[in-house]
Each structure stands twice: as structure tokens, then as C-alpha cells.
């Protein structure tokens, strides 16, 4: 269907008709690569489908549809505060705003980092970087300093979400290195303590591969 002239509707149908899991997330990705603004309203109301694996796919897709919307990005942020959402959409929607550059998300992401979920810290703490990223390259001088200082207050975090990744504060050392020269030189001298541990885990060398080298001396 890639060159029907109603593609974005097409997928939207499908997408609608589907109900198996690994089905909605692939057409969920596949809506996400064509790109269509005009698929995001009703990717907002699958957020509130009754099948919570349409709900996840939505959250995947909204985040990666650029440049996000305004109304994609507060429909995430929604999605992200309402604790009656199944636990994968909340995390999805957390990470899709990472995409988003939408400063007014940096407060109720901040706002979740003190849950019990690591999967929701880990992901917060990700689009709080990113958003404050965007943010210096955008004409601000510097990043929010509440980002800041909610991303200092997670380095001690040392849980581990599933899913090969790191912890919760290796990740909040990566985005405040990111944000203020003064942790270049902290997150280096941690990437080259876990490059010489031999007992160093591979989901830690994996954190040094994507974060370790953009910093090292």
C-alpha cells in the first residue's frame, strides 16, 4: 500500500482492524516510518483503546511521527500521569517524549521519577535529557535547571530496567553530560572504570558504547 494515495488511512485501518500483539506493534512502526501528521488524532484516541496493546503501538508511533505535534506531545504527557494506563503504555509514552522537544513535558516527567516502576524512572530520566537538549539547541543559552537538578537527584538511582539496558543513574550521568560540561569529565572517568572491570556487566559496556566515547579524553 506504500503508493495508495490514502496511505496514512489505509495503515490507520489496518492498524484499527488488528488485535494480536506483535501484529499492532509492526503497523505501529510502519505508520511511524510513512510519517503522516495526518495519521496523529486518531493515534491520540487509540490511547484509550480497549485493547492495551493498540494503546501501547499508539504511544510508540506519536513519539516518532516528526516533528511531534503539540497535541501528540500533551496526549503523551496524559498518558504518562494516568496510572489507570497499563504499565508499557505509560513507559512508551515516556520515552516517546523524548522526541518531542516540548519543554511543558519536563515537569510531569520530573514528576514520575520517584516511582516504584524503575522502567518509568529510566525512561523519564531519558526525556528529561533529551527535552533539555533540545532546549540548549534551540536558542536557550542553557537547559532548564529543573531538569538539572531532577537529573542529579537520580544519579544515585542504581536499579536496572529490563531489557539490556543500565541503571536508572548511569543513564542520568549520560543526559547531565549532555547538558553541562562540569559532568564531561565525571561520566568519562566512569566509562573507563567500566571499560577495565573485568566483572563489568555487558549491559554497563553497552553504556559505554553509546555514551562513554563522546566524552572520553
Given at each position: 500500500i506504500?503508493?495508495?494515495p490514502?496511505?496514512?488511512?489505509?495503515?490507520l485501518d489496518?492498524?484499527?482492524?488488528?488485535?494480536?500483539?506483535?501484529?499492532?506493534?509492526?503497523?505501529?512502526?510502519?505508520i511511524?516510518?510513512?510519517?503522516?501528521?495526518?495519521?496523529?488524532?486518531?493515534?491520540i484516541?487509540?490511547l484509550?483503546?480497549?485493547n492495551?496493546d493498540?494503546?501501547?503501538?499508539?504511544a510508540r508511533?506519536l513519539g516518532?511521527?516528526?516533528?511531534?505535534?503539540?497535541?501528540?506531545?500533551?496526549?503523551l504527557?496524559?498518558?504518562l500521569?494516568?496510572?489507570?494506563q497499563?504499565?508499557?503504555?505509560?513507559e512508551?509514552?515516556?520515552?516517546s517524549?523524548?522526541?518531542?522537544?516540548y519543554?511543558?513535558?519536563?515537569?510531569p516527567?520530573i514528576?514520575?521519577?520517584?516511582e516504584?516502576?524503575?522502567r518509568?524512572r529510566f525512561?523519564a530520566v531519558?526525556?528529561?535529557?533529551g527535552i533539555?537538549?533540545?532546549q540548549?539547541h534551540s536558542?536557550?543559552?542553557q537547559?532548564?535547571p529543573?531538569?538539572?537538578d531532577?537529573?542529579?537527584?537520580?544519579?544515585p538511582d542504581?536499579?536496572?530496567p529490563?531489557g539490556?539496558?543500565?541503571s536508572?543513574?548511569k543513564e542520568?550521568?549520560?543526559m547531565l553530560?549532555k547538558l553541562?560540561?562540569r559532568?564531561?569529565?565525571?561520566?568519562a572517568?566512569?566509562?573507563?572504570?567500566?571499560?577495565n572491570?573485568?566483572?563489568?556487566?555487558?549491559?554497563?559496556?553497552?553504556?559505554?558504547?553509546?555514551?562513554g566515547?563522546?566524552?572520553?579524553?
Amino acid at each position: 500500500i506504500a503508493d495508495a494515495p490514502n496511505v496514512a488511512a489505509d495503515l490507520l485501518d489496518i492498524f484499527y482492524g488488528q488485535t494480536e500483539k506483535t501484529e499492532l506493534w509492526e503497523t505501529a512502526l510502519t505508520i511511524e516510518c510513512f510519517g503522516h501528521p495526518s495519521a496523529i488524532p486518531r493515534l491520540i484516541d487509540a490511547l484509550y483503546d480497549h485493547n492495551p496493546d493498540r494503546r501501547h503501538g499508539a504511544a510508540r508511533a506519536l513519539g516518532w511521527i516528526q516533528p511531534v505535534s503539540k497535541r501528540a506531545a500533551k496526549a503523551l504527557v496524559e498518558a504518562l500521569l494516568d496510572k489507570s494506563q497499563p504499565q508499557p503504555v505509560r513507559e512508551e509514552a515516556a520515552e516517546s517524549l523524548a522526541y518531542s522537544s516540548y519543554p511543558p513535558a519536563i515537569p510531569p516527567l520530573i514528576s514520575v521519577l520517584d516511582e516504584s516502576d524503575v522502567r518509568i524512572r529510566f525512561w523519564a530520566v531519558f526525556a528529561v535529557g533529551g527535552i533539555a537538549y533540545e532546549q540548549t539547541h534551540s536558542g536557550h543559552a542553557q537547559a532548564d535547571p529543573r531538569a538539572i537538578d531532577a537529573l542529579i537527584g537520580m544519579l544515585p538511582d542504581e536499579e536496572v530496567p529490563p531489557g539490556n539496558w543500565w541503571s536508572v543513574g548511569k543513564e542520568a550521568l549520560a543526559m547531565l553530560a549532555k547538558l553541562d560540561p562540569r559532568y564531561e569529565a565525571e561520566l568519562a572517568q566512569e566509562a573507563q572504570r567500566s571499560r577495565n572491570d573485568p566483572a563489568a556487566s555487558p549491559e554497563d559496556l553497552r553504556w559505554v558504547e553509546s555514551y562513554g566515547d563522546t566524552f572520553a579524553s
